[in-house]
């Protein structure tokens, strides 16, 4: 099971940090994807167990990624938040091989999925 929290109303160029419950997943490639209304679902940023992590380039520099293994947490740091990131976040996780292997962006490639929290930016 997935539970994301954290999301929010904020200004632009305001921070948030969203968390991810994972109880089940921490050895797994583990990822944050969003979708803005009318749009198709995007990856946002991956990581393995072991840190390593793959970013879209409209968020790199800006967001990220990290997970506490130990308590099965994945989050995300939103920093330099712009109106364009406003969307549905989505934490995911798949099988397989790891994130490294295949560092796809594509939520097609991953299996499981949260609820969801809602990120909203005005300017």
């Known amino acids: 099971q997935l539970v994301e929290s954290g999301g929010g109303s904020v200004q632009a160029g305001e921070s948030l940090r969203l968390s991810c419950a994972a109880s089940r997943y921490t050895d797994r490639c583990m990822g944050w994807f969003r979708q803005a209304p009318g749009k198709e679902r995007e990856g946002v940023a991956i990581?393995?167990?072991?840190?390593?992590?793959r970013y879209a380039d409209s968020v790199k520099g800006r967001f990220t990624i990290s997970r506490d293994n130990a308590k099965n947490i994945l989050y995300l740091q939103l920093n330099g938040l712009k109106p364009e990131d406003t969307a549905m976040y989505y934490c995911?996780?798949?099988?397989?091989?790891?994130?490294?292997?295949?560092?796809?962006?594509?939520?097609?490639?991953?299996?499981?999925w949260g609820q969801g929290t809602q990120v909203t930016v005005s300017s």
């Open positions: 995911a996780a798949r099988g397989g091989t790891t994130c490294r292997y295949f560092p796809s962006l594509n939520s097609r490639d991953f299996s499981y």
């Open positions: 990581i393995d167990s072991d840190a390593w992590a």
